[in-house]
């Protein structure tokens, strides 16, 4: 499984999390608003990353067509439209907005306090301003990151009863390539 994917199908279980266990509500459709910066469609038919994500969701009893719809919108790498992208997925007034990486982030905060933002492969929320403490986030945010080793052993402290090893892993290679940083 690549990282990609497997930010996706953890960004999926934070997204599908408070529905486990329960049915989706009879006769609504639950609407997903994606605003991406360059990817320029979204096709779980040939993209893993895209179908972990529907993967995830069908796991939990939603199915793309009848009680979900996903709202995609590509800046096509541009991003100067991702605000105007955040607020017109705002205006359809989409459940959810799920947001990979920081700039289509910052557009989703910028366009709404109300409607639920999860956030994927976010490298640094705390220091981009999108979150106040990866703890305790705040607002109408939540979500992974995929840089906070450093502030993870407090986090993991106060959830687990004592624990005895933590072990991050990273590749300096992918994290300090600015123009990874950017896909």
Known sequence: MNRRMFLTAVGGGFFAAPL?????????????????????????????VDRAL????RAQGYEPGCNIIFEFRSAE??????????????????????????????AA???????PIVMVGV???????????????GGNITGVSVNAADVTCPLCSEDLDAPSLLASLRSR???????MATR
């Open 109 to 115: 905060q910028g366009a709404t306090k109300t409607i």
């Open 20 to 48: 486990s266990g329960a049915a989706p509500p009879a006769g609504r459709v639950l609407r997903l608003g994606l605003p991406y910066g360059i990817k320029p469609k979204f096709d779980p038919g040939s993209n893993p």
């Open 173 to 179: 290679t992918v994290w300090s390539n600015s123009a």
């Open 123 to 137: 490298a640094d929320p705390v220091g981009a301003g999108i979150v106040a403490s990866l703890a305790y986030p």
């Open 77 to 106: 790498g541009h991003p100067e439209r991702l605000s105007d992208l955040a607020a017109g997925l705002v205006q359809l007034k989409v459940d959810v907005l799920v947001t990979s990486p920081t700039a289509p982030t910052l």
């Open 54 to 57: 529907v993967d995830g969701l």
